[in-house]
Protein backbone atom coordinates (compact mmCIF):
# COMPACT_ATOMS: atom_id res chain seq x y z
CA UNK A 1 0.00 0.00 0.00
CA UNK A 2 1.26 3.48 -1.09
CA UNK A 3 1.86 6.10 1.98
CA UNK A 4 -1.04 8.41 0.47
CA UNK A 5 -3.46 5.38 0.65
CA UNK A 6 -2.26 4.57 4.03
CA UNK A 7 -2.40 8.25 5.04
CA UNK A 8 -6.16 8.15 3.32
CA UNK A 9 -7.22 5.11 4.84
CA UNK A 10 -6.21 6.19 8.45
CA UNK A 11 -8.07 9.17 7.90
CA UNK A 12 -11.12 7.23 7.57
CA UNK A 13 -10.95 5.32 10.42
CA UNK A 14 -10.27 7.96 12.44
CA UNK A 15 -13.28 9.94 11.36
CA UNK A 16 -15.55 6.69 11.74
CA UNK A 17 -14.43 6.30 15.15
CA UNK A 18 -14.81 10.17 15.83
CA UNK A 19 -18.54 9.76 14.24
CA UNK A 20 -19.68 6.91 16.11
CA UNK A 21 -18.09 8.21 19.57
CA UNK A 22 -20.05 11.51 18.66
CA UNK A 23 -23.50 9.60 17.75
CA UNK A 24 -23.03 7.44 20.71
CA UNK A 25 -22.58 10.45 23.14
CA UNK A 26 -25.55 12.19 21.67
CA UNK A 27 -27.67 8.97 22.20
CA UNK A 28 -26.43 9.00 25.93
CA UNK A 29 -27.30 12.41 26.28
CA UNK A 30 -30.80 12.18 25.04
CA UNK A 31 -31.28 9.32 27.09
CA UNK A 32 -30.24 11.07 30.05
CA UNK A 33 -32.35 14.30 29.37
CA UNK A 34 -35.44 12.19 28.94
CA UNK A 35 -34.58 10.53 32.21
CA UNK A 36 -34.55 13.80 34.05
CA UNK A 37 -36.85 14.95 32.29
CA UNK A 38 -39.64 12.04 32.64
CA UNK A 39 -37.99 11.97 36.49
CA UNK A 40 -37.67 8.09 35.42
CA UNK A 41 -38.11 5.90 38.65
CA UNK A 42 -39.51 8.73 40.58
CA UNK A 43 -42.92 8.14 42.16
CA UNK A 44 -45.33 9.76 44.91
CA UNK A 45 -47.47 8.28 47.20
CA UNK A 46 -51.36 9.24 46.71
CA UNK A 47 -52.40 10.41 49.47
CA UNK A 48 -55.92 9.72 50.96
CA UNK A 49 -58.20 12.44 49.71
CA UNK A 50 -61.76 10.41 50.62
CA UNK A 51 -63.82 12.45 53.33
CA UNK A 52 -61.95 15.95 52.14
CA UNK A 53 -63.58 18.86 50.70
CA UNK A 54 -62.60 20.31 47.02
CA UNK A 55 -60.58 22.89 48.27
CA UNK A 56 -58.86 20.42 51.06
CA UNK A 57 -58.06 17.89 48.14
CA UNK A 58 -56.44 20.54 45.92
CA UNK A 59 -54.55 21.76 48.51
CA UNK A 60 -53.31 18.16 49.75
CA UNK A 61 -52.66 16.94 46.00
CA UNK A 62 -50.68 20.14 45.25
CA UNK A 63 -48.46 19.70 48.40
CA UNK A 64 -48.00 16.12 46.89
CA UNK A 65 -47.23 16.87 43.10
CA UNK A 66 -50.55 15.95 41.52
CA UNK A 67 -53.70 17.54 40.44
CA UNK A 68 -57.12 16.42 40.76
CA UNK A 69 -59.95 16.13 38.31
CA UNK A 70 -63.93 16.02 39.22
CA UNK A 71 -65.20 13.26 37.00
CA UNK A 72 -69.03 12.62 38.74
CA UNK A 73 -70.85 12.99 41.62
CA UNK A 74 -73.09 10.44 43.41
CA UNK A 75 -75.26 10.54 46.80
CA UNK A 76 -73.67 9.10 49.75
CA UNK A 77 -75.31 9.85 53.20
CA UNK A 78 -72.27 9.08 54.55
CA UNK A 79 -70.44 12.16 53.55
CA UNK A 80 -71.16 15.91 53.56
CA UNK A 81 -72.13 17.26 50.46
CA UNK A 82 -69.17 18.43 48.40
CA UNK A 83 -66.75 15.71 50.00
CA UNK A 84 -64.62 13.00 48.22
CA UNK A 85 -66.25 9.87 48.50
CA UNK A 86 -64.05 7.89 45.74
CA UNK A 87 -60.74 8.71 44.07
CA UNK A 88 -58.76 6.75 41.12
CA UNK A 89 -55.78 5.88 41.79
CA UNK A 90 -56.63 4.91 45.23
CA UNK A 91 -54.36 5.84 47.91
CA UNK A 92 -51.24 4.50 48.74
CA UNK A 93 -50.64 3.70 45.35
CA UNK A 94 -47.16 5.34 43.30
CA UNK A 95 -47.55 7.47 40.71
CA UNK A 96 -45.15 9.88 38.57
CA UNK A 97 -45.29 13.52 39.29
CA UNK A 98 -48.45 15.59 37.97
CA UNK A 99 -50.26 12.71 37.38
CA UNK A 100 -53.69 13.29 37.52
CA UNK A 101 -55.98 11.97 40.44
CA UNK A 102 -59.72 11.53 39.41
CA UNK A 103 -62.27 12.42 41.83
CA UNK A 104 -66.23 11.29 42.73
CA UNK A 105 -67.84 14.10 44.97
CA UNK A 106 -70.43 13.76 47.11
CA UNK A 107 -74.03 15.87 45.83
CA UNK A 108 -75.84 18.07 47.53
CA UNK A 109 -79.17 15.97 46.96
CA UNK A 110 -79.62 12.54 46.61
CA UNK A 111 -80.31 11.58 42.89
CA UNK A 112 -84.12 10.15 42.67
CA UNK A 113 -85.77 8.23 39.97
CA UNK A 114 -89.28 7.82 38.97
CA UNK A 115 -91.28 4.60 40.19
CA UNK A 116 -92.14 2.50 37.22
CA UNK A 117 -95.94 0.65 36.97
CA UNK A 118 -95.01 -2.11 39.51
CA UNK A 119 -99.15 -2.75 40.08
CA UNK A 120 -101.30 -5.47 38.01
CA UNK A 121 -98.03 -7.23 36.93
CA UNK A 122 -96.50 -10.62 38.32
CA UNK A 123 -94.16 -10.04 40.85
CA UNK A 124 -91.27 -11.43 38.95
CA UNK A 125 -91.73 -8.55 36.12
CA UNK A 126 -92.13 -5.93 38.97
CA UNK A 127 -88.89 -7.97 40.97
CA UNK A 128 -86.50 -6.54 37.59
CA UNK A 129 -87.93 -2.90 36.87
CA UNK A 130 -87.04 -2.39 40.50
CA UNK A 131 -83.67 -3.92 40.18
CA UNK A 132 -83.25 -2.00 36.66
CA UNK A 133 -84.10 1.68 38.44
CA UNK A 134 -82.09 1.48 41.17
CA UNK A 135 -84.57 0.78 43.83
CA UNK A 136 -84.19 -2.12 46.58
CA UNK A 137 -87.68 -4.53 47.65
CA UNK A 138 -88.24 -4.14 51.76
CA UNK A 139 -90.70 -6.02 52.66
CA UNK A 140 -93.40 -8.26 50.89
CA UNK A 141 -96.52 -9.15 52.53
CA UNK A 142 -99.87 -10.98 50.97
CA UNK A 143 -103.34 -10.42 50.59
CA UNK A 144 -106.03 -12.62 49.31
CA UNK A 145 -106.65 -12.67 45.65
CA UNK A 146 -108.28 -14.47 42.63
CA UNK A 147 -104.61 -13.30 41.09
CA UNK A 148 -101.75 -15.43 42.06
CA UNK A 149 -98.57 -13.55 42.30
CA UNK A 150 -99.75 -10.18 41.22
CA UNK A 151 -98.53 -7.13 42.85
CA UNK A 152 -101.64 -5.41 44.56
CA UNK A 153 -100.14 -2.15 45.90
CA UNK A 154 -96.51 -0.38 46.34
CA UNK A 155 -95.59 1.04 50.02
CA UNK A 156 -92.94 3.36 51.19
CA UNK A 157 -93.08 4.23 55.26
CA UNK A 158 -96.50 2.59 55.40
CA UNK A 159 -98.08 4.98 52.76
CA UNK A 160 -99.28 4.08 49.20
CA UNK A 161 -96.79 5.57 46.08
CA UNK A 162 -97.60 5.94 42.69
CA UNK A 163 -96.18 5.52 39.19
CA UNK A 164 -94.41 8.07 38.23
CA UNK A 165 -93.13 9.35 42.05
CA UNK A 166 -89.83 10.33 42.47
CA UNK A 167 -87.99 7.84 44.89
CA UNK A 168 -84.44 8.44 46.27
CA UNK A 169 -82.24 5.92 44.45
CA UNK A 170 -80.78 3.00 46.32
CA UNK A 171 -83.92 3.38 49.18
CA UNK A 172 -86.19 0.36 49.56
CA UNK A 173 -90.24 -0.11 48.63
CA UNK A 174 -92.32 -2.73 50.01
CA UNK A 175 -94.62 -4.75 47.88
CA UNK A 176 -98.11 -5.86 48.86
CA UNK A 177 -98.75 -9.37 46.71
CA UNK A 178 -101.89 -11.69 46.24
CA UNK A 179 -102.13 -14.61 47.16
CA UNK A 180 -104.97 -17.38 45.95
CA UNK A 181 -105.84 -20.33 47.70
CA UNK A 182 -103.68 -23.38 47.48
CA UNK A 183 -100.49 -21.77 47.06
CA UNK A 184 -99.70 -21.33 50.57
CA UNK A 185 -95.97 -22.10 50.83
CA UNK A 186 -92.88 -21.54 49.35
CA UNK A 187 -89.42 -23.63 49.85
CA UNK A 188 -87.08 -22.28 52.26
CA UNK A 189 -83.18 -21.54 50.79
CA UNK A 190 -80.36 -22.84 52.75
CA UNK A 191 -78.68 -19.42 52.84
CA UNK A 192 -75.06 -20.61 54.16
CA UNK A 193 -71.86 -18.86 53.53
CA UNK A 194 -74.34 -16.45 51.41
CA UNK A 195 -73.09 -12.68 52.43
CA UNK A 196 -76.05 -10.47 53.44
CA UNK A 197 -76.98 -8.84 49.60
CA UNK A 198 -77.08 -12.60 47.74
CA UNK A 199 -79.54 -13.43 50.99
CA UNK A 200 -81.39 -10.26 50.29
CA UNK A 201 -81.64 -11.39 46.59
CA UNK A 202 -82.27 -15.06 47.54
CA UNK A 203 -85.27 -14.24 49.59
CA UNK A 204 -86.94 -12.09 47.21
CA UNK A 205 -86.92 -14.22 44.68
CA UNK A 206 -88.68 -16.92 46.95
CA UNK A 207 -91.05 -14.02 47.89
CA UNK A 208 -89.89 -14.19 51.58
CA UNK A 209 -88.66 -11.18 54.15
CA UNK A 210 -85.41 -10.07 55.45
CA UNK A 211 -85.57 -11.06 59.46
CA UNK A 212 -83.22 -10.31 62.27
CA UNK A 213 -79.86 -9.69 61.71
CA UNK A 214 -77.62 -10.71 64.19
CA UNK A 215 -73.68 -10.66 64.09
CA UNK A 216 -71.17 -12.22 66.22
CA UNK A 217 -67.98 -10.37 67.55
CA UNK A 218 -65.78 -11.44 65.01
CA UNK A 219 -67.43 -8.54 62.97
CA UNK A 220 -66.08 -5.14 64.22
CA UNK A 221 -66.29 -2.98 61.12
CA UNK A 222 -68.50 -1.95 58.67
CA UNK A 223 -66.49 -3.38 56.00
CA UNK A 224 -66.48 -6.78 58.10
CA UNK A 225 -70.68 -6.70 57.93
CA UNK A 226 -70.76 -6.05 54.31
CA UNK A 227 -68.26 -9.46 53.77
CA UNK A 228 -69.64 -11.11 56.78
CA UNK A 229 -71.25 -14.91 55.66
CA UNK A 230 -74.03 -16.65 57.35
CA UNK A 231 -73.78 -19.02 59.34
CA UNK A 232 -76.88 -20.05 61.05
CA UNK A 233 -80.67 -19.22 59.91
CA UNK A 234 -83.97 -19.78 61.47
CA UNK A 235 -86.20 -21.01 60.72
CA UNK A 236 -83.14 -23.78 59.63
CA UNK A 237 -83.56 -25.60 56.44
CA UNK A 238 -82.51 -29.04 57.92
CA UNK A 239 -85.51 -29.19 59.82
CA UNK A 240 -88.02 -26.89 58.15
CA UNK A 241 -88.53 -27.39 54.15
CA UNK A 242 -91.06 -25.06 53.77
CA UNK A 243 -92.81 -21.50 54.76
CA UNK A 244 -95.72 -19.64 54.87
CA UNK A 245 -95.14 -16.77 51.52
CA UNK A 246 -93.92 -13.28 53.25
CA UNK A 247 -92.51 -15.22 56.31
CA UNK A 248 -88.89 -13.43 57.74
CA UNK A 249 -86.14 -15.43 58.07
CA UNK A 250 -83.24 -14.35 61.00
CA UNK A 251 -80.12 -14.86 60.07
CA UNK A 252 -76.80 -14.73 62.11
CA UNK A 253 -73.40 -13.34 60.28
CA UNK A 254 -69.85 -13.93 60.90
CA UNK A 255 -66.17 -13.04 59.06
CA UNK A 256 -65.31 -16.71 61.09
CA UNK A 257 -64.67 -19.08 58.38
CA UNK A 258 -64.07 -21.59 60.31
CA UNK A 259 -67.76 -21.13 61.91
CA UNK A 260 -69.27 -21.45 58.21
CA UNK A 261 -67.08 -24.48 57.65
CA UNK A 262 -68.54 -25.83 60.38
CA UNK A 263 -72.32 -25.17 59.49
CA UNK A 264 -71.61 -26.38 56.41
CA UNK A 265 -71.13 -29.75 58.23
CA UNK A 266 -73.30 -30.05 60.60
Known amino acids: MSLGKFVVSRVFFMHLLLAIALIALLVFGTLKGLNQYTHHGVSYPVPNLTGLTINEAITTAQANRLKIEIVDSVYNKRFKPGEVVDQQPIAN????????????????????????????????????????????????????????????????????????????????????????????????????????????????????????????KSITTAEDSVKAQIWKQLPNPKFVSTVDLGSSVDLWLTVDPEKVNEAYEK
Do not use: M
Open 93 to 216: SNVKENRTIFLTVNSSEPEKVALPKLTDISFRQAQVLIENCGLFIGSISYQPSEYNDLVLDVQQDSASIQQGEKIIKGSTIDLIVGRSKGNLKTPLPNLTGFNIQEAQATLNGAKLNLGVLIYD
